[in-house]
């Protein structure tokens, strides 16, 4: 039974819990408070934390995992840097009967069904942010017939965001066929990438005789980076390109302030907190719902200035 279970799984009272997390890397604002809100929560919750920075790199992860399992861990977490590729080291783990976690992004296995291999996944809807962004662009813009240029900083090739915000984007904007993205790559999630990026769409539109009249930036780091490029180009970043990007981070709560941005859709990184009770549930042998829903709102810059204070990352 269930009770029986709790009290066989339970730990002694003197021995502290051992949490393994592997961290996608320290791409961006968000992913920094996400690093110290779990590495908080862990101090909180009196939970040895192993952690390691994977800097964007899945075999870092891989290998991170690995030797949680040789360590033989209580409990691995991981936020999966792309969707795809985890099946022999999620396989391993099962094999050592250490329960894994998901934080943040989502996977698919190549084979068999991705819940059999973690207890539950705890973030964000992701391509609902995407719908926001472009349902709040839509209310925004007020242009039912007249063409409206996107380009898109897409995050992370492979990874749960980037697939899936612009999914929720592509989706809205379908019922809106006078908007047309014109431009979309990659901007790895970093400021350099997006100033980069940005700064090389500016050209070819120029080039090709092309008016940029939004920018959607998958978050908030690719669009302050973006905006940089703007101005470099002599252009008003919020003005003669409107731009909406995700996350909610301070920097774009600074820059709506400024003007320079029009709207960021909240993505929490706070998920420390979160993720301690689970591995403390798990331990006492609770089971855990298999999705662990993060609640978010969407913030345009008439806001930003009362909302700043509030913001806590
Ligand atoms: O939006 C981005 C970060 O996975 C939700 O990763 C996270 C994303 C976040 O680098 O800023």
New binding site residues.
């Given amino acids: 039974t269930k009770k029986e279970a709790a009290k066989s799984d339970a730990p002694k009272a003197d021995k502290k819990i051992v949490l393994g997390f592997s961290q996608?890397?320290a791409?961006?604002?968000?992913?920094t408070a996400?690093t110290e809100s779990i590495k908080a929560a862990a101090k909180e919750a009196g939970i040895e934390l192993k952690f390691s920075d994977a800097q964007q790199k899945q075999e870092n992860q891989i290998k991170a995992i690995r030797s949680f399992i040789q360590q033989k861990v209580d409990v691995i977490a991981f936020?999966p840097v792309v969707e795809t590729g985890w099946d022999d080291v999620l396989k391993e783990a099962k094999a050592a009967k250490i329960p894994v976690i998901l934080t943040?992004?989502a996977i698919k296995m190549s084979s068999g069904n991705a819940e059999d291999y973690y207890v539950t996944f705890m973030?964000?809807d992701?391509v609902e942010?995407g719908k926001r962004a472009a349902k709040w662009l839509v209310d925004y813009m007020k242009k039912d017939n007249e063409p409206v240029n996107v380009v898109e900083l897409q995050?992370?090739v492979g990874?749960?965001?980037a697939i899936d915000?612009k999914k929720g984007f592509e989706e809205v904007l379908k019922d809106h066929p006078n908007y047309k993205i014109i431009k979309s790559q990659t901007g790895d999630?970093?400021r350099a990438k997006g100033k980069e990026v940005m700064e090389a769409f500016l050209k070819s539109a120029q080039a090709e005789g092309q008016k940029i009249d939004v920018l959607f930036a998958?978050?908030?780091?690719?669009a302050i980076g973006a905006i940089q490029a703007i101005e470099e180009a002599g252009l008003k970043p919020g003005k003669d390109i409107v731009i909406v990007s995700?996350?909610g981070?301070k920097g774009a709560f600074e820059a709506m302030i400024a003007g320079k941005l029009n709207c960021t859709v909240e993505?929490s990184?706070l998920l420390g907190p979160q993720l301690m009770e689970a591995a403390k549930d798990l331990m006492t042998g609770k089971q855990l719902p298999k999705r662990i829903l993060t609640k978010e709102g969407v913030f345009p810059a008439e806001v930003a200035a009362k909302e700043l204070p509030n913001r806590k990352y």
Avoid at 27 to 31: A, F, L, T, V, Y
């Fill in positions: 996608v890397g791409e961006s604002e968000w992913r996400n936020s943040d992004r973030g964000s992701f942010e995050g992370t990874s749960a965001p915000r999630f970093t998958h978050n908030d780091d690719m995700i996350d981070v993505c990184p």
